[in-house]
């Protein structure tokens, strides 16, 4: 199970930290990856993590703006997300791909998804 949190309502510039934590399974054994949905839009790859740290991805779009950490202590992963634009509005959702390292921007190669939580960047 994924539970995702730490979306909001920010102003454009400003900062926002979504947390996304996975329980019932091995946290170490699993690449973990952030994607977002915009309205009438297709959900699209935002940033991932392999399961042995080797491998850290961002979009173009969000490449020295965000950034993806992981806490094995906490089974937890983050995505800080700073200089936020309003195209980064969208609905961002957590997902886990035990020992996954290839084809980390399909989403259709992840199997565990978190219920979404709601990004809104304001002009």
């Known amino acids: 199970q994924l539970q995702a949190s730490g979306g909001g309502l920010v102003q454009a510039g400003g900062s926002l930290r979504l947390s996304c934590a996975l329980s019932g399974h091995m946290f170490s054994t699993y690449s973990l990856g952030w994607f977002r949905q915009a309205p009438q839009k297709e959900r699209e790859f935002v940033a991932a993590n392999t399961w042995d740290g080797r491998i850290t991805l961002y979009a173009t779009s969000v490449k020295g703006r965000f950034t993806l950490s992981r806490d094995n202590d906490k089974n937890t992963i983050y995505l800080q997300m700073d200089s936020l634009k309003p195209q980064d509005t969208a609905v961002y959702y957590c997902?886990?791909?035990?020992?996954?390292?290839?084809?980390?921007?399909?989403?259709?190669?992840?199997?565990?998804w978190g219920q979404g939580t709601l990004v809104t960047v304001s002009s």
């Open positions: 997902a886990a791909r035990q020992y996954g390292t290839t084809s980390l921007g399909e989403s259709s190669r992840w199997p565990y």
